[in-house]
């Protein structure tokens, strides 16, 4: 399974070690990366509310242009969905999702990033995704056009538990036994 991504690095200027991967995944460069990616897994959201985005079978994402605020989600409901997603955190502010996490080491950060962007790429719903000091990892997941969380952003974690290879730091893994489960 072959795809076409550049994934865009900007160096942040207050720490030395700092990269920063943004929503810039664009199709440019064949790279191969079946090997991070767990076997493909089906999801098919349900919600309660009739006009809330829902993922078409296949776990595919609803494209962005056809949500309008209606399909954002309220903090009860994302709370609700992360009960069973316990590395997920929402915001202080209600307006994102986050997963953070310590690689191993370097290669294990970028190989989680590069199938974190293949997902993103065959989805077309592309998370902020922040690498600091070589190994600590940051994924935040909204729904930029509408500026808070939707139905896809909860799909996009789960498909990112479900289909990506952790490699964690010994020590991180310990202190979040959620982790385990990976």
């Known amino acids: 399974m072959g795809f076409r991504l550049v994934v865009c690095i900007f160096v942040a200027t207050q720490q030395r070690h700092?990269?920063?991967?943004?929503?810039?995944?664009?199709r440019s460069r064949s790279v191969q990366y079946s090997s991070q990616l767990r076997s493909?897994?089906?999801l098919i959201m349900s919600t309660e509310q009739p006009s809330a985005a829902a993922c078409v079978p296949g776990g595919k994402c609803?494209?962005?242009?056809?949500?309008?605020?209606?399909?954002?989600?309220?903090?009860?409901?994302?709370?609700?969905?992360?009960a069973s997603m316990q590395l997920w955190k929402l915001s202080?502010?209600?307006?994102?999702?986050?997963?953070?996490?310590t690689a191993r080491?370097?290669?294990?950060?970028?190989?989680?990033?590069?199938?974190?962007?293949?997902?993103?790429?065959?989805?077309?719903?592309?998370?902020?995704?922040?690498?600091?000091?070589?190994?600590?990892?940051?994924?935040?997941?909204f729904t930029h056009s509408l500026g808070g969380i939707s139905l896809n952003d909860?799909?996009?974690a789960k498909m990112i538990d479900d289909e990506v290879r952790f490699s964690y730091s010994p020590k991180w893994l310990r202190e979040n036994p959620a982790a385990k489960k990976d």
């Not at 202080?92 to 996490?101: L, M, P, S, W």
């Not at 974190?116 to 935040?140: F, K, Q, S």
């Open 62 to 82: 609803v494209p962005c242009e056809s949500l309008d605020k209606s399909h954002l989600l309220s903090p009860q409901q994302v709370e609700s969905e992360l």
């Open 154 to 156: 909860i799909t996009m």
């Open 18 to 26: 700092a990269l920063a991967f943004g929503s810039c995944v664009y």
């Open 105 to 141: 080491n370097f290669q294990a950060a970028m190989d989680s990033l590069n199938a974190i962007g293949v997902i993103a790429e065959r989805e077309n719903h592309h998370p902020d995704m922040h690498l600091t000091g070589y190994r600590n990892v940051e994924i935040v997941l």
């Open 40 to 42: 493909s897994t089906t």
């Open 92 to 101: 202080d502010d209600n307006t994102n999702i986050t997963r953070t996490y």
